[in-house]
């Protein structure tokens, strides 16, 4: 494999494609978008994501990764500002920013808050598109030898750690991962062709439109949840916006926060199964304890604003490495990202970096200019975008229910989708009342096929026989250690719960030997 | 916390339920073909497990309900090993819900899409707007009541020129406009 020549292609040819007037127009409005819809508390950046897809499906693939992409980034920032101005994250990705973004605010300090969250996106977001271009095609070219046993275990690996990691209870989350399983099973065989779960419903031959799944689950189900938990009565009144550029002047300072945090996001984005939201969350608990003021957190500290929004960005870079590399999504964004490509007939995965070197460096081109339209975007924007806080609900809810809906019929002109859509929609508000999480769902609906495909292909390759196959994969220097992290990850939360049964067993032991007996009847 | 409990076990056996579904659905696939070639090994592998699961779930939640103890489920937050500050938490306060403005926010959606496609786009699109809008407490006044129409039209002419005129999407003949 030629490394250099693939370098070269990355940064070097789709200049062409994206360095259009239309183009750029439309990375720098699907910024503006993304940011809009992610100053709206409680509009996640994977609803506007997964809202907006269908528009995309007439423009050339480059442009609709470029589009989503600047949605997906724009969404992460957006979220920063209604995080400071009035303690409520705009997508669930910056609730470590309200905790330091809301003090800074009340004190008169909104436009110093958002100013570093904006540079601190650019810094981390710009940092992880450059590891994906550094490593995207290395890693492409070691996936190109993999074999079905290596994306095998990837594909358990990504449901194993999306199941640990994104609700209250792990059990919970195998069971949203298998229910996506069922769900991504549905329609005919791959490799016989016979119809599975379909009971008789042509228009389930195909399986379910990934589209209207995700619209279902993250769209409109999100707008019945605000409703129902009585979103659009707040009418919070946020604090001022001046002197966002002075964040400048935190810039180096901050600088050892901003590389250790935009490290630590990458790295989670291209675990397959974790995302920005974890990302941010584990920033912060690194940036508290290395901290020389680990007091000053949560009470107004920049560096506390910096770690949880740059790692949130970078983790988006970590996340495109894995999907686009391995055509194995990284989170839920990135599978709605996945879905969408291969919409447009893109899949991706290592063969894509060989045959359309040229749509992979756009890609990665439209992305840096993501970047840059977010921080200029931000920094001058911020004031006018804070706005969005005063639009009328009822209005906007009436919208996204709309764009849910149509967007959903213009996939392919289908009513039957419309009314999975929704069916999707009562199934994801019924998930968020039962905490059950939603993100191993649509993961394993993208993860379902290439799991059973994988495995189907190794005992075929086994001549049917599991034992064999097994001895396949726990002998593939790639599949056996990334099994053995997914048993890990399964044996962890029990080793820890004993472990904390009997250091509470030992307490109450020392607890009861150390207090005086008390008094009894006769002693008195 | 007993409700959320409650709920588990609830939750736990809808799932065995469903295992038990899927297992039913592919009943009638021979169990006899090789493994490599059984479409029905991945159904099936995935209904025992969502029974597996659903029994767990369904046990956690009833052993939490009878003995008190405290589980996962009972914290804030995600289960990894990161300390999530207290003044976050503090700010989850008793959650509002409104189950009947969300029943009439989905059967809005539901008549919607029901007849959008059927009846007449404009028609329907116009009218679902000024509906969700007055449902969700858009000012009642003569002024909102104007605002609110000519909100509705513009958003209509939106979506129809976006979807309908600049992608090409074919809408079917309709009764109404």
Redesign the interface.
């Known amino acids: 494999m030629n490394l250099e020549l693939a370098a070269g292609n990355i940064y070097l040819d789709g200049w062409g494609l994206v360095f259009t007037p239309t183009t750029l127009l439309m990375i720098f409005v699907s910024v503006l978008i993304g940011m809009f819809v992610g100053a709206i508390p409680g509009l996640t950046a994977n609803m506007s994501v997964a809202v907006l897809v269908p528009l995309t499906f007439t423009m050339d693939p480059a442009v609709a990764i470029s589009v989503l992409a600047g949605i997906w980034m724009g969404a992460l920032y957006g979220g920063t500002i209604p995080a400071v101005l009035i303690n409520m994250p705009g997508t669930p990705a910056d609730m470590m920013t309200t905790l330091d973004g809301y003090p800074m605010s009340r004190r008169g300090e909104a436009g110093r808050a958002i100013g570093i969250g904006v540079i601190s996106s650019f810094t981390a977001g710009t940092f992880a598109v450059l590891i994906l271009g550094m490593f995207g095609p290395a890693l492409a070219s070691v996936a190109r030898n993999f074999g079905s046993a290596e994306y095998f275990a990837i594909a358990v690996l990504g449901l194993s750690v999306i199941a640990f990691v994104s609700g209250k209870s792990m059990s919970k989350g195998l069971a949203a991962a298998l229910l996506g399983l069922l769900i991504g099973i549905v329609g005919r065989d791959i490799m016989s062709g016979q119809p599975r779960l379909t009971f008789g419903e042509p228009q389930l031959l195909g399986g379910f439109e990934f589209i209207a799944i995700v619209v279902g689950i993250f769209g409109l189900s999100e707008v019945l949840e605000q409703i129902f938990k009585r979103q659009h009565t707040l009418a919070p009144k946020p604090q001022r916006i001046k002197n966002v550029l002075s964040a400048f002047k935190d810039v180096w300072p901050l600088r050892w926060v901003l590389a250790r945090s935009s490290v630590i996001g990458t790295v989670i984005g291209v675990a397959p199964g974790a995302g920005p939201t974890i990302a941010s969350i584990i920033s912060y608990g690194t940036q508290k304890q290395l901290s020389k003021n680990p007091d000053q957190m949560g009470k107004g500290a920049p560096e506390g604003i910096a770690a949880s929004d740059s790692a949130n960005n970078a983790a988006s870079g970590g996340a495109m490495l894995t999907m686009l590399s391995l055509g194995i999504p990284g989170d839920a964004l990135t599978a709605i990202l996945l879905g969408a490509l291969v919409v447009h007939g893109v899949q991706p995965g290592p063969l894509l970096f060989d045959n359309e070197p040229t749509l992979v460096s756009a890609i990665f081109i439209s992305l840096l200019l993501a970047n840059v339209g977010l921080l200029l975007i931000g920094l001058f924007g911020a004031r006018y975008l804070a706005r969005v806080l005063d639009v009328p609900k009822p209005l906007l809810y009436s919208v996204i229910a709309l764009a849910c809906i149509i967007g959903t019929f213009a996939v392919r002109g289908s009513a039957f989708d419309v009314m999975v859509m929704l069916a999707f929609a009562a199934l994801g508000f019924v998930f968020s009342r039962l905490d059950i999480p939603k993100a191993p769902l649509v993961l394993a609906v993208i993860l379902g096929p290439i799991l059973e495909e994988n495995l189907r292909r190794m005992l075929q390759l086994n001549d049917g026989d599991p034992l064999a196959a097994g001895q396949t994969l726990v002998t593939s220097p790639i599949a056996a250690p990334i099994l053995l992290l997914v048993l890990v990850l399964f044996c962890l939360p029990v080793v820890r719960s004993m472990r904390q049964r009997s250091k509470a067993k030992k307490a109450a032991l020392a607890a009861a030997s150390e207090s005086p007996a008390p008094a009894t009847a006769k002693e008195q | 916390m007993t409700l959320?409990r409650y709920?588990?076990v609830a939750?736990g056996v809808a799932?065995a339920l469903?295992g038990g579904g899927?297992l039913w659905?592919?009943a009638a696939?021979p169990w006899d073909r090789?493994?490599?070639?059984d479409?029905?090994?991945?159904?099936r592998a995935?209904g025992f497990?969502?029974i597996l699961?659903?029994l767990?779930?369904a046990a956690?939640g009833a052993y939490a309900l009878r003995s008190g103890a405290t589980?996962?489920?009972d914290?804030?937050?995600?289960?990894?090993d990161?300390?999530?500050?207290e003044?976050?938490l503090a700010?989850h306060g008793e959650?509002?819900?409104?189950?009947k403005?969300?029943l009439g926010?989905?059967a809005a959606?539901?008549i919607?899409?029901l007849t959008?496609?059927?009846v007449g786009f404009l028609t329907m699109?116009a009218l679902?707007?000024i509906a969700?809008?007055?449902?969700?407490?858009?000012r009642r006044t003569p002024r909102g009541y104007i605002s609110?129409v000519i909100?509705s039209f513009i958003?209509t002419a939106a979506?129809y020129f976006?979807?309908f005129y600049?992608?090409?999407?074919?809408l079917?003949r309709t009764l109404l406009p």
């Open positions: 959320t709920r588990n939750t799932l469903l899927t659905a592919v696939m090789p493994p490599a070639i479409p029905a090994l991945f159904p995935i497990g969502l699961i659903g767990v779930v956690l589980t996962a489920e914290a804030e937050g995600v289960p990894i990161v300390e999530i500050p003044e976050l700010e959650e509002q819900t409104d189950w403005l969300a926010l989905s959606i539901a919607y899409c959008a496609f059927q699109t679902f707007v969700v809008a007055l449902l969700l407490g858009h609110l909100f958003v979506f976006g979807f600049l992608l090409g999407v074919r079917p």
